[in-house]
């Protein structure tokens, strides 16, 4: 395979990866105008948000098991499918049940990108793995700085909710226009065998980083989706913190490759979980320009947890070839369809103790925003202890190789 296809391929992911990324950050940004044109509380809110993340580990666990008889191509196949029917359901939503459905959907496709695009850049680039991925995860935050910014321009120029929608069709085509035409590569450095895919599972350290993810996964996305809803009475934009945030991401991760070599996947997790720690609790209290510092901190927290947990699973037990990439990503995901109308919850028994304390208005919601803000900081507090013991042990995590033969030109 050479450079310039393989590199076309890669190109591909990243586009899918970003129309992921953005119905993240134009969902986050459209939840007051779909609670208004709706008529839905922040627990129909959550429960909505939820099923898109239901969706995800959906098909990154259905992906992942049928990885090995599919093959990438097919999977975004699948991806490109979803995501239009998904998109175009959410443009002509009727109420709370068609919103249900079409998040579903483009949870199901956000997944199968995941599912299938995770392994491929982990074939593709079989010698720097970690680093690699992380380069692909790029693309997830730079998507929401795109989607951010698209639905903040959008909203000023006075295009409803239904048009920052369609407006994700465009990289949709694009991606689904290169996965077609595309040569995909035969599957040489991964484990093909899902019978030894599935016996592998069974390691407790696969287990022990399942449960991690579960955690990880929510510390990075509770505070972003819930972004609007916890800090859209702060006196911020919103939607300008969290472009912030993510476009910090994105550089992390870009240069990632140096951090992770410098301090071993197991103290780059343990370092983030603190960092997340530090920057979700001050956001709890935060005022003013304070809440940009904040931010920072909790990007920088959070912008290695998803792509270091995958290619820890990848380098350290890769017995469990695409299932495992598959199966840590959906924990996570599924971990968030849980989690959200929780959140909801929080947010809107927050808010009845703000009215019954005499606060109105604006002033209410702030002070609800904040005190979920301080509820979510217990995510990343629990990893602190996970990944202490984690790093401990460090040195007795033997790398696991699959010996093939390279890539054919």
Request: charged content about 15%.
């Given at each position: 395979m050479t450079e310039v296809h393989r590199t076309k391929i890669f190109t591909a992911s990243c586009v899918a990866l970003?129309?992921?990324?953005?119905t993240f950050a134009i969902r986050a940004g459209i939840l007051n105008d779909l609670a208004v044109s709706f008529d839905l509380s922040n627990t129909e809110l959550g429960y909505i948000n939820g099923m898109a993340f239901l969706g995800f580990p959906i098909a990154m666990m259905f992906g992942g098991l049928i990885?090995?008889?599919?093959?990438?191509?097919?999977?975004?196949?699948?991806?490109?499918?979803?995501?239009l029917a998904g998109l175009i359901l959410t443009i002509t939503a009727s109420g709370f049940w068609t919103l249900i459905l079409?998040?579903?959907?483009?949870?199901?496709?956000?997944?199968?990108?995941?599912?299938?695009?995770?392994?491929?850049?982990?074939?593709?680039?079989?010698?720097?793995?970690?680093?690699m991925l992380n380069?692909?995860?790029?693309?997830?935050?730079?998507?929401?700085?795109?989607?951010?910014?698209v639905s903040l321009l959008m909203s000023k120029m006075g295009y409803g909710w239904q048009w920052q929608v369609g407006v994700m069709l465009i990289?949709?085509?694009?991606?689904?226009?290169?996965?077609?035409?595309?040569?995909?590569?035969?599957?040489?450095?991964?484990?093909?065998?899902?019978?030894?895919?599935?016996?592998?599972?069974?390691?407790?350290?696969?287990?022990?980083?399942?449960?991690?993810?579960?955690?990880?996964?929510?510390?990075?996305f509770g505070p972003q989706q819930w972004v609007e809803k916890t800090l859209g009475s702060s006196g911020v934009h919103p939607m300008v913190i969290l472009a912030m945030?993510?476009?910090?991401?994105?550089?992390?991760?870009y240069f990632a490759g140096p951090v992770v070599e410098a301090l071993n996947p197991a103290g780059v997790l343990l370092a983030s979980s603190v960092v997340a720690t530090i920057g979700i609790y001050t956001m709890s209290f935060a005022t003013g320009g304070m809440i940009y510092v904040a931010a920072i901190l909790f990007a920088v927290g959070v912008m290695y947890?998803?792509?270091?947990?995958?290619?820890?699973?990848?380098?350290?037990?890769?017995?469990?070839?695409?299932?495992?990439?598959?199966?840590?990503?959906?924990?996570?995901?599924?971990?968030?369809?849980?989690?959200?109308?929780?959140?909801?919850?929080?947010?809107?028994?927050?808010?009845?103790?703000?009215?019954?304390?005499?606060?109105?208005?604006?002033?209410?919601?702030?002070?609800?925003?904040?005190?979920?803000?301080?509820?979510?900081?217990?995510?990343?507090?629990?990893?602190?202890?996970?990944?202490?013991?984690?790093?401990?042990?460090?040195?007795?995590?033997?790398?696991g190789e699959i010996k093939a033969a390279p890539l054919a030109d």
């Open positions: 970003i129309v992921t990324a953005m990885y090995n008889f599919l093959g990438p191509k097919k999977l975004l196949a699948i991806a490109f499918v979803c995501h079409s998040s579903f959907f483009i949870g199901f496709a956000n997944g199968s990108v995941e599912a299938a695009c995770n392994p491929l850049v982990a074939e593709l680039y079989h010698d720097k793995k970690t680093a380069k692909f995860h790029v693309w997830f935050p730079g998507g929401i700085v795109i989607g951010s910014l990289p949709t085509a694009i991606y689904g226009y290169l996965v077609f035409v595309e040569t995909f590569p035969k599957l040489e450095h991964t484990e093909t065998s899902t019978l030894n895919n599935v016996k592998a599972l069974a390691a407790p350290l696969f287990i022990f980083m399942m449960i991690c993810m579960t955690v990880t996964a929510i510390s990075e945030v993510t476009g910090l991401m994105a550089v992390g991760r947890f998803w792509p270091t947990m995958i290619g820890f699973v990848s380098e350290y037990l890769p017995k469990t070839g695409a299932l495992g990439m598959s199966l840590i990503g959906g924990a996570g995901m599924f971990s968030v369809s849980i989690w959200n109308p929780i959140i909801g919850g929080w947010l809107d028994s927050a808010k009845e103790e703000a009215l019954a304390a005499g606060k109105v208005g604006a002033e209410a919601d702030l002070a609800a925003g904040l005190a979920t803000l301080e509820y979510m900081t217990l995510f990343p507090a629990a990893l602190i202890v996970a990944f202490t013991f984690l790093f401990i042990i460090r040195k007795k995590l033997v790398k």
